[in-house]
Structures are given as C-alpha cells and as structure tokens.
C-alpha cells in the first residue's frame, strides 16, 4: 500500500498536476475500488498496470468534470502521460531495489530524495552527524546501485 | 559516479524523488477503506428498510450518520450522497 501510495500519489501530482483536493479524490477513489478487486490483482506485476489506468481515467475524469465548470485546456497531451508513467514505473523499480537494501540505507535515502529532508534533518532524526550524511549518502546510492544492477541483470535473458 | 545499465547514481537519484510519500492523511484513509466499506453497506441496508433514517439522511447526512453510531468519512459521506441523489 506505501509503495503504491506513491505511484498514485506521483500519477495525480506530477502526471496529471491536479489540484491537492481533487488529486485527494482521485486517490481515495483509486484506492476504493483497489480493495474491491484485491483478490484479482494478487502480483506486483498486475498491480501496477492496472492501478496506472485505473489513475489516469479517474485523473481525466476529474479534469472533464472541473473543466465543465471552468473551461480549460489543462488536460496533458496524452504522449507525455505515457512517457511519465514510463518513467515512474522505473522509478517504482529502483523503489523496489530500495526496499531490499534495507535500512539505515534505505532510511537515509528516502528521507533525502523523496522528503527533500537537509542533512541536519537527518542527522538529528537518525542521531548521525549532520557531517557524514553526505558520504553516507554517496555510499548508499553507490549500494542500491549494486543491489539495482543485481535486479536488472537477474531478470535479463541470458 | 560509475555509470550501469544507463542508471548512474544520480539519474537513481532523481528517479527517487519522483515518488515523495502521499499525505499521511489520505493514506491512512484509504487503509480505512475496507471498514468504511463494510459500514456503508450497513448503513445502505438500513436506510433502505428504515423511511425514518432514510428522512434524516436526507435532512443532515453527516449527523444522522454519526447518530447511527459510524464515523461520518469522507467516503462514506460521498458515497451515500451519491446513492440518495440517484435514488
């Protein structure tokens, strides 16, 4: 649920720039009829797909009927939706790796990349200098580089 | 940085900013989900069998709710608007 959380989250956001309310709405929704088809969609793999259209239907819905009440042209070009769940879904895929690598790593990254947190933030959160968050940094990408490339090797036909 | 696959460190990077977490509240909302599903069906079969709590929906949804003993959501709510108005 986090990690999907996210990705419906991202699709609102950044795909479809909805407003945080209705992006809200969108997502409660998203969500709702997820659990009435969770017995269906028992993999990551089918999860995935499904929850993206299911996100962009209910996304342009959204912006049909806002768009009803104030004409607009604010509906994205379907080219550039698709190039951005392309690109979401490999951000779900390093999402992934990250998961494996395991904490404090994980934490440190997360709170970094995705919280926008400072180092300070950090340090104090996870009782670390503030000054070696920087290489702690360095080093746990370089690690979920490893753990990344792992994945994508593994899953490579030979 | 060492580069891989194409995916150096700093395109992981920015793949990771990408999913920032969804507000706490909308994600403990959906959790809730599966619960406030359960208690709409509840509250549907009631209204349905019952003229007077169906009156008192239709007057002040979110008290007659509450007064039925349920947490009057934002799902819930939305939900049975939804199902008043098409009825």
């Given at each position: 649920m986090e990690r999907f959380s996210r990705y419906v989250y991202a699709i609102c956001g950044r795909g479809f720039r909805l407003a945080q309310h209705d992006a809200e709405d969108v997502f409660q929704e998203v969500f709702a009829r997820a659990f009435e088809r969770l017995s269906e969609l028992r993999s990551d793999e089918a999860v995935r797909p499904w929850l993206a259209q299911l996100t962009r239907r209910l996304c342009i819905d959204?912006?049909?009927?806002?768009?009803?009440?104030?004409?607009?042209?604010?509906?994205?070009?379907?080219?550039?939706?698709?190039?951005?769940?392309?690109?979401?879904?490999?951000?779900?895929?390093?999402?992934a790796a990250l998961d494996n690598v395991g904490d404090p790593c994980r934490e440190i990254l997360?709170?970094?990349?995705?919280?926008?947190?400072?180092?300070?933030?950090?340090?104090?959160?996870?009782?670390?200098?503030a000054g070696t968050i920087a290489s702690r940094i360095s080093r746990c990408l370089e690690k979920l580089r490893s753990e990344f490339d792992g994945r994508n090797q593994g899953s490579r036909p030979s | 940085m060492s580069e891989m696959n194409g995916f150096d460190e700093e395109r992981i990077g920015r793949l990771l900013r990408l999913l920032p977490p969804a507000p706490e509240g909308w994600v403990r909302a959906a959790q809730e989900l599966p619960a406030a599903r359960a208690a709409l069906d509840e509250l549907v079969v009631r209204a349905e069998q019952d003229a007077t709590f169906r009156l008192q929906l239709q007057a002040d949804l979110e008290r007659a709710v509450a007064a039925a003993g349920y947490e009057p959501s934002p799902f819930i709510v939305s939900r049975l608007r939804q199902l008043l108005r098409t009825d």
């Open positions: 959204k912006l049909r009927l806002l768009a009803r009440d104030t004409p607009s042209d604010a509906e994205p070009d379907e080219r550039e939706v698709d190039d951005l769940l392309a690109t979401l879904d490999e951000a779900m895929t390093v999402r997360d709170r970094f990349f995705c919280r926008d947190e400072s180092y300070r933030t950090i340090g104090d959160v996870l009782s670390m200098p | -």
